[in-house]
């Protein structure tokens, strides 16, 4: 049984990202339109679980098979969508820092989602610590048990897609997305 921990940023995370990012672009670099990092480790400030998560944005849903083969040629293990139209998972090479990959076409309401959270708190520190002070205690209550912690996380994400304008129609089920990520 995994335990559910939560940390305070840690100022080495974009930089784990970059060497993650640069590993991918030799695989994908002419497919992608970018790679973004996304979710808590993310956001300057904001505490999170200690794994970047990243997504290879492709131009189009045609473009999604070839970033799945590129990305196989560097160990990456594809999962499928693990219930998020549109959203590809993988299981990342063993020798590399601890994240998640997906691969998302440009419009793919997954990634609006992710990159609306993620610029929403980059951008409102004061939700940003309420919702890392959310994860700590969410993470001590729920230790072994995910499902709580990511129902428990749901309102406030909602609430901020929501205020960013997002309809019911545009919302993932954002809980989801987290807790179908590959381990």
Not at 88 to 97: G, I, R, S, V
């Amino acid at each position: 049984m995994k335990t559910i921990v939560v940390v305070d940023y840690d100022q080495t995370w974009p930089q784990v990202f970059e060497q993650l990012r640069s590993n991918v672009l030799h695989a994908v670099g002419d497919l992608a339109v970018s790679i973004e990092h996304v979710s808590s480790t993310a956001v300057p400030g904001l505490a999170g679980k200690p794994v970047i998560d990243m997504c290879v944005v492709v131009a189009s849903p045609d473009d999604v098979p070839l970033a799945i083969e590129r990305l196989a040629t560097a160990g990456y293990e594809h999962r499928g969508n693990l219930g998020i139209d549109g959203r590809e998972a993988f299981k990342q090479p063993d020798a590399l820092p601890k994240h998640h990959m997906y691969v998302c076409a440009t419009k793919n309401l997954a990634l609006l989602n992710f990159l609306a959270v993620r610029d929403y708190l980059r951008t409102h520190s004061e939700k940003a610590i309420e919702y890392g002070a959310l994860k700590k205690r969410l993470a001590s209550h729920f230790r072994h048990d995910i499902d709580s912690y990511i129902d428990g996380k749901t309102d406030l994400i909602l609430g901020i897609l929501r205020e960013v304008g997002f309809s019911k129609d545009q919302i993932i089920a954002i809980g989801a997305v987290n807790l179908k990520a590959p381990t």
